[in-house]
């Protein structure tokens, strides 16, 4: 029985590295889509475009705007007058508009306090508000104000507070789960497709076999992208830190791939072709993504949301890929994530398995 399901595992390797078309698609998703993701979604205010409006002509605001430099803003705009700076906002030339009034620098040497009036184009609300903070940050160190507190900040796990190294790897984790519920659906529809579904059915091999070997070898072509990905994108471009046990990642994306193979088995059940396919993948996978933390942090969730986060194995796979990446978390520790992984894993897995089973 196992030299059978050898040759299976075998047989549908080598079909599926004679789809070039295919082959493409997957190491473009873990390699390019993942570099894309990391470098150009960025969460941090960035090149910013700043103009102002200066009534002064006082020595203090050129000290204010000469502490605005790169890489967070770029070099500030004037503009001869209000209007011409609101109309700049509008039409979206720069992200803020800062306005020194004539009396200033006049209040703020006689009474020790001023304005400044701000102008923020909030449609990219995050980095909006980051270049705020940044600007509140700045007129702080010329408040004379005395504040008998004092923050000693230290940044855990990501200590440059980079959003690349995160984004790469939720997108990556997104990847497999994708990926692992199409290429298993995959393998059986295009039997229908070819016409070749009824000869799989004539053949002298158990039908739980069949089902195994097909979905084990999209398994294998997972875990080869996640080597890919990780060694590559991961550890190569990103320089993504491993506080932990490669192995236990590894071993955890093993278990989270065949509970994506569930998945893919019983979208292929109810499939009849590889629109369906496509079609069926994305609404049940956006869902379970979006549920996943992998874009809004479980405790921003709406209570409600937060308990059917529960329910989706992405979950556990991305806070166990953190854990181990991140945190360094040992792997006795990381038993929560295994469990969640496998028991839901292997409810989905043996579902699809028994869906398409009644095909046979």
């Known amino acids: 029985m196992m030299k059978i399901f050898s040759a299976l595992v075998a047989k549908e390797l080598i079909a599926f590295f004679r789809s070039w078309g295919l082959v493409a698609i997957v190491l473009y998703s873990f390699t390019l889509d993942i570099y894309i993701t990391g470098a150009g979604i960025e969460m941090q205010a960035k090149n910013v475009a700043v103009g102002y409006v200066d009534e ?131 393998v059986f529809v295009r039997e229908k497709e070819n016409g070749t579904w009824e000869i799989m059915l004539l053949m002298p091999i158990d039908p739980k076999l069949i089902i195994l070997a097909k979905s084990f070898s999209q398994v294998i072509v997972i875990m080869g992208g996640v080597v890919i990905a990780t060694g590559i994108v991961l550890f190569g471009v990103f320089d993504v830190p491993m506080n932990g046990s490669i192995a236990a990642f590894f071993l955890l994306s093993f278990f989270y791939a065949f509970t994506s193979a569930g998945i893919g088995l019983f979208v292929a059940a109810v499939s009849k072709s590889m629109l369906q396919v496509a079609q069926l993948s994305i609404l049940i996978m956006m869902p379970l993504i979006f549920l996943s933390g992998a874009w809004t942090p479980i405790h921003a969730m709406h209570p409600l949301l937060q308990s059917l986060s529960l329910i989706s194995p992405l979950r556990y796979y991305i806070e166990g890929s953190e854990s181990i990446f991140f945190r360094g978390t040992d792997f006795v520790d990381l038993w929560s994530y295994f469990a969640g992984v496998i028991l839901l894993g292997s409810v989905l897995y043996f579902y699809g398995f028994r869906k398409i089973g009644r095909l046979f």
Do not use: C, W
């Open 56 to 186: 002064t002509a006082g020595g203090m605001s050129e000290k204010i705007l000469s502490r605005l430099h790169m890489p967070e803003f770029q070099k500030p705009r004037l503009f001869l007058s209000r209007e011409a700076l609101s109309r700049s906002i509008y039409n979206r030339e720069i992200m803020v508009g800062l306005i020194f009034e004539s009396d200033f620098e006049k209040n703020l040497k006689k009474y020790g306090t001023s304005k400044i009036d701000v102008l923020l184009d909030s449609v990219a609300a995050t980095q909006g508000f980051q270049a705020l903070q940044y600007l509140q940050n700045i007129l702080l160190d010329y408040a004379d104000i005395e504040i008998p507190v004092e923050l000693k900040i230290h940044k855990l796990f990501n200590p440059n507070a980079t959003t690349s190294q995160f984004m790469a790897m939720a997108e990556m984790l997104s990847v497999i789960t994708l990926l692992g519920v199409i290429l298993t659906a995959a």
